[in-house]
């Protein structure tokens, strides 16, 4: 059994991953709102093809808290494609087939065997289709600049006494956070390491990346707005308590990958060669963590812990046909692979999506649905207020309200209420759709802010919703329409 376990382990692994990939990979094409930020990247994007600045005020109904790479690349494919949300989807698809590649390559860089590679890469993966599922095949920038980061990280580890190399990886680095600037981690663990091994290559790299940033943000002022820096460093809220729950969300489903991670972490911290993947665990987990306590920030602030894990696995499968337990003389080493891709069954469970055909026929139903608030929309000419931008965009509404980012300056009185419960309380919308009926949206919510909601409540009535919603993902809206129109 051993022999044949080890002949075809990555076939069996192989296999594991393409399961795990089914849904994600498959709904990435259903016409329908995976998540909130879909709709706002397209709206972010379509500014940018119609030559319209993204950071014009300081606070405004609509703003931009991520750099403008990511929307200036989708509207630069828009040239080609003519279409802007599945062209996203895919590029989030291609993003972690390279992510995974890039991993097995760095566990290769790291002294391990191809299989070991191979099982890391499809280790990669299958731990995002089965736990992230949700950002799998997302219109959201942060799988790309993961991609960046990786890449950066593997020429790093290639050529880490060449100057012009080292230099190299500073600007990849900054490319990757003016797509998403929240992964500081990996540049992070690079630094620590430099200071280990060479104190002047470290102030190289860190100038390096110094100037790189500099002028990125000279010309992200140029050509997206004056009021770049305000809107990407906006404060929102931030909850202690929220760090753990973050944790225990991300951790608890992948505890036996982690622990085996976190050992395989600890052998490696006096490895020279090997070290850096300890740094680079421990800083994942210590950026991720800090990131988690942002409001409206979810588990994609411990992907690079995720994609660390995925590297230490791979070390990890590398070296244990070394190991010598005391119950057996021989190891079953062929075991370990399947035992840690079989796990992985759990987030599965929990997310619905281990069984894929009745997974289908649910997203099948919420993309019914969805063409039907669309529709209902479009039956409404004039000005909708949309809580998935996602539905207002593809109904052809303006863009003039941003629920999350609003709802927060609102929150710091940044914002006035009173000017948009004015248009509320004006008619000034001919629907407005919110995910759910509002009496049961809490105060504390992150998209309504308190008077808005109730303004809406007060002056509109529900005119569309779908009664068994609750039964399928992705769906649970209501849209309402002016009291005075309803009769």
Same mark, same amino acid.
């Given at each position: 059994?051993?022999?044949?376990?080890?002949?075809?382990?990555?076939?069996?692994?192989?296999?594991?991953?393409?399961?795990?990939?089914?849904?994600?990979?498959?709904?990435?094409?259903?016409?329908?709102?995976?998540?909130?930020?879909? !709709?706002?990247?397209?709206?972010?994007?379509?500014?940018?093809?119609?030559?319209?600045?993204?950071?014009?005020?300081?606070?405004?109904?609509?703003?931009?808290?991520?750099?403008?790479?990511?929307?200036?690349?989708?509207?630069?494919?828009?040239?080609?494609?003519?279409?802007?949300?599945?062209?996203?989807?895919?590029?989030?698809?291609?993003?972690?087939?390279?992510?995974?590649?890039?991993?097995?390559?760095?566990?290769?860089?790291?002294?391990?065997?191809?299989?070991?590679?191979?099982?890391? !890469?499809?280790?990669?993966?299958?731990?995002?289709?089965?736990?992230?599922?949700?950002?799998? !095949?997302?219109?959201?920038?942060?799988?790309?600049?993961?991609?960046?980061?990786? #890449?950066?990280?593997?020429?790093?580890?290639?050529?880490?006494?060449?100057?012009?190399?080292?230099?190299?990886?500073?600007?990849?680095?900054?490319?990757?956070?003016?797509?998403?600037?929240?992964?500081?981690?990996?540049?992070?663990?690079?630094?620590?390491?430099?200071?280990?091994?060479?104190?002047?290559?470290?102030?190289?790299?860190?100038?390096?990346?110094?100037?790189?940033?500099?002028?990125?943000?000279?010309?992200?002022?140029?050509?997206?707005?004056?009021?770049?820096?305000?809107?990407?460093?906006?404060? %929102?809220?931030?909850?202690?308590?929220?760090?753990?729950?973050?944790?225990?969300?991300? *951790?608890?489903?992948?505890?036996?990958?982690?622990?085996?991670?976190?050992?395989?972490?600890?052998?490696?911290?006096?490895?020279?060669?090997?070290?850096?993947?300890?740094?680079?665990?421990?800083?994942?987990?210590?950026?991720?963590?800090?990131?988690?306590?942002?409001?409206?920030?979810?588990?994609?602030?411990?992907?690079?812990?995720? #994609?660390?894990?995925? *590297?230490?696995?791979?070390?990890?499968?590398?070296?244990?046909?070394?190991?010598?337990?005391?119950?057996?003389?021989?190891?079953?080493?062929?075991?370990?692979?399947?035992?840690?891709?079989?796990?992985?069954?759990?987030?599965?469970?929990?997310?619905?999506?281990?069984?894929?055909?009745?997974?289908? /026929?649910?997203?099948?139903?919420?993309?019914?649905?969805?063409?039907?608030?669309?529709?209902?929309?479009?039956?409404?000419?004039?000005?909708?207020?949309?809580?998935?931008?996602?539905?207002?965009?593809?109904?052809?509404?303006?863009?003039?309200?941003?629920?999350?980012?609003?709802?927060?300056?609102?929150?710091?009185?940044?914002?006035?209420?009173?000017?948009?419960?004015?248009?509320?309380?004006?008619? /000034?919308?001919?629907?407005?759709?919110?995910?759910?009926?509002?009496?049961?949206?809490?105060?504390?919510?992150?998209?309504?802010?308190?008077?808005? /909601?109730?303004?809406?409540?007060?002056?509109?009535?529900?005119?569309?919703?779908?009664?068994?919603?609750?039964?399928?993902?992705?769906?649970?809206?209501?849209?309402?329409?002016?009291?005075?129109?309803? %009769?």
């Amino acid at each position: 059994m051993n022999s044949f376990l080890k002949k075809y382990t990555v076939a069996l692994c192989a296999f594991m991953a393409v399961f795990t990939a089914i849904i994600p990979f498959t709904r990435a094409f259903f016409r329908l709102e995976i998540n909130y930020n879909e !709709g706002w990247n397209i709206f972010n994007a379509t500014a940018l093809v119609n030559r319209q600045s993204l950071y014009p005020i300081k606070y405004g109904w609509t703003s931009v808290n991520y750099p403008m790479l990511s929307f200036e690349i989708l509207a630069q494919l828009h040239r080609f494609t003519h279409e802007y949300l599945f062209t996203a989807r895919v590029v989030s698809l291609l993003s972690l087939v390279a992510c995974s590649l890039l991993v097995a390559a760095i566990v290769k860089t790291l002294n391990s065997s191809w299989r070991s590679s191979i099982l890391a !890469g499809l280790f990669c993966l299958a731990v995002f289709c089965a736990a992230a599922n949700i950002y799998v !095949g997302m219109d959201d920038p942060q799988m790309l600049a993961q991609v960046f980061f990786l #890449l950066a990280f593997l020429t790093y580890l290639r050529h880490r006494r060449s100057l012009p190399a080292i230099a190299f990886t500073a600007l990849l680095f900054v490319v990757a956070c003016f797509i998403k600037h929240n992964p500081i981690d990996f540049p992070l663990a690079v630094l620590i390491e430099l200071i280990l091994v060479s104190l002047p290559r470290a102030i190289w790299f860190s100038l390096c990346g110094i100037l790189f940033a500099a002028i990125a943000v000279l010309l992200s002022i140029r050509f997206g707005g004056p009021y770049f820096l305000a809107q990407i460093l906006a404060q %929102r809220s931030y909850s202690s308590l929220k760090i753990v729950g973050q944790l225990i969300k991300v *951790i608890r489903p992948l505890l036996l990958p982690f622990c085996v991670a976190a050992y395989t972490a600890f052998r490696l911290r006096k490895d020279a060669t090997r070290r850096i993947a300890t740094i680079l665990f421990l800083t994942t987990l210590l950026v991720g963590s800090y990131f988690s306590g942002g409001q409206g920030v979810n588990i994609n602030a411990l992907f690079s812990a995720i #994609l660390a894990m995925s *590297i230490l696995l791979g070390l990890f499968w590398d070296q244990i046909s070394s190991l010598r337990w005391q119950w057996t003389p021989r190891p079953q080493a062929a075991f370990a692979p399947l035992i840690l891709f079989i796990w992985l069954i759990i987030p599965m469970i929990q997310s619905g999506n281990w069984l894929p055909i009745r997974a289908l /026929r649910h997203a099948a139903a919420a993309q019914t649905r969805f063409d039907e608030d669309i529709a209902f929309l479009q039956s409404h000419p004039g000005p909708a207020l949309c809580e998935s931008l996602l539905e207002c965009n593809l109904a052809g509404k303006t863009y003039l309200y941003d629920t999350f980012n609003a709802s927060a300056l609102i929150r710091f009185r940044k914002l006035d209420a009173d000017v948009f419960i004015d248009q509320i309380l004006q008619h /000034r919308f001919s629907a407005i759709q919110t995910d759910g009926l509002l009496p049961l949206v809490r105060d504390d919510s992150e998209r309504w802010n308190p008077s808005i /909601r109730d303004a809406i409540e007060a002056n509109y009535v529900p005119a569309l919703q779908h009664k068994d919603a609750a039964k399928y993902p992705y769906q649970n809206v209501v849209i309402y329409i002016p009291k005075a129109a309803s %009769r």
